[in-house]
């Protein structure tokens, strides 16, 4: 049976929900976490007196992390100028502009360096990456994205540590076919968080194509969004279960590759925003069915 870890700030990101969120997540029996924003204050600002505090709850309520979702490599290729429609885009991380190195890539190797360090008080399995800004066309640029990314497979593993590659619209790798060929050509034991939605929202074509591009493990780790519909006239928003509607292809996806022998996590990266009555309950329903989901897959 495949276990499920949740991006927790996604589930209540108000302040001060981390603790209440891990109460809830507790009661629904979920214990790993995969942490970004903590009350809204992303993991990698925080002093290692608020990492270890951040350790203090993850005990008391028996979580481990899975791994950081950091913002590694979501920068530009080359030099420091951000794309106008990139901004706002990095996860809640608020970059500090006072030392800058030769480049946003020299810059992403020292906070790589930082979310190390954080990786161990957290115990931390991996540090979650991307493929620069899509601003180029991936061929013309593949060879400098592989060599940049693979340096920095390579710094982590001299920190003891995992780096994985998530795919996503704004990236140089979108869909899991792009992120395949990237994959491949870094080596080095190089894996994947493969997102669904971001795929699919970028053209891609979740199955067949993604997973046979990523079949045979390419992947370490799964992120499920559940879909959300608004009523129009009263703007209330309903989840829709992930059992109910499948746009994305995303269960012959994962019937697929639980035949490949897939033994990894699945994550809950939807947003369930705070700002109603409702949002406990939304975030309950969801957790529930995709653990029906799971054991259905996991059951055949």
Known sequence: ?????????????????FERSLALLSSLGVEIIEPRLIDRKHILNMTDEEIYDVKKILKKYNMRVSGLGTPIFKCPLRGYDEPEWAKGKTHGYEEDRKSK?????????????RACEISDILEAGSIRCFSFWREYS?????????????????????????LVMENDSSQMARSGVEMAKILK?????FTCIYDFANSWSGGGIVYPDDFEALKGGLISHIH?????????????????????KLNYGHKEFLEALYKDGYTGLIGVDSKFE????????EVRTAILDLQKLIKE????
């Open 185 to 189: 050509a870094v080596g080095e034991g």
């Open 101 to 113: 190195g030769e480049s946003a890539y020299e810059d992403h190797l020292k906070l790589l360096k």
């Open 274 to 281: 705070s700002l109603n009555a409702r949002a406990e309950e």
């Open 1 to 17: 049976m495949w276990n499920i870890s949740v991006c927790n700030d996604a589930l209540l990101p108000g302040v001060p929900f």
């Open 224 to 244: 499920v969004k559940h879909e959300s519909i608004t009523n129009k006239e009263t703007g209330e928003r309903k989840i829709v279960p992930i059992t109910e």
């Open 297 to 300: 897959i996991c059951d055949q």
């Open 138 to 162: 991936i061929d013309e640029v593949f060879d400098e994205v592989v060599d940049k990314i693979r340096e920095g497979v390579r710094l982590a593993r001299r920190h003891g540590k995992i």
